[in-house]
Structures are given as C-alpha cells and as structure tokens.
C-alpha cells in the first residue's frame, strides 16, 4: 500500500507529484506504475512502457 506522502516531493518551497497525471481524468487523478504500465483507477486508461 503507498501512503499519499510518497507521491509528493518537496523541492525547496515547491510540491512536485511523483507519479504521472492521468490524461482523461486530470488534474488530481494519478496513474499506478506497474513496473511494465501506468494506469488509471478511476477511468481504466492504461501505456505501455517502453
């Protein structure tokens, strides 16, 4: 389980989110990495990495 604290890092007095922001969705909704993928909870929207 990833706590939400892990998807921010604080780079001076800025909030930078770690994880990928979803497309569909926007702002606020972030994609899971899964090692081979990245997708969305909310809408299903799944790339491929590379």
Same mark, same amino acid.
């Given at each position: 389980m990833v !706590?939400?604290?892990d998807l921010y890092e604080v780079d001076g007095d800025k909030i930078v989110? !770690?994880?990928q922001i979803c497309p569909r969705? $926007? #702002?606020g909704v972030f994609m899971a990495d899964h $090692?081979?993928?990245v997708a969305? $909870? !909310?809408c299903g929207?799944? #790339?491929m990495k590379k």
């Amino acid at each position: 389980m990833v !706590k939400k604290s892990d998807l921010y890092e604080v780079d001076g007095d800025k909030i930078v989110r !770690k994880n990928q922001i979803c497309p569909r969705c $926007g #702002e606020g909704v972030f994609m899971a990495d899964h $090692g081979d993928r990245v997708a969305c $909870g !909310k809408c299903g929207y799944t #790339e491929m990495k590379k």
